[in-house]
């Protein structure tokens, strides 16, 4: 899965993983493993995130090709 989540970080102010890990009550750690890809979100905390970043889901978050096997 690819993501955008470092993006729209840097574009709602620069906002740090940790700040953002602080508003959708998770780990620094879990931003982090998610920006790299090591870490596909749930559902509810996908939605939470792109709640926070006033964004989609889709505009997160990218099925690859290799995703579809």
Known sequence: MKT????????RGE?????????VGVSRQTIVSIERG???P???????????LEATVEDLFVLEEKDHA
Do not use: G, H, I, P
């Not at 955008?4 to 574009?11: E, I, P, V």
């Open 4 to 11: 955008t989540l470092r993006r729209y970080r840097f574009d």
């Open 38 to 40: 090591d870490y596909a």
């Open 42 to 52: 749930s559902v509810k905390l996908a939605l939470l995130l792109a709640e926070t």
């Open 15 to 23: 906002l740090s993983q940790q700040q953002l890990a602080d508003m």
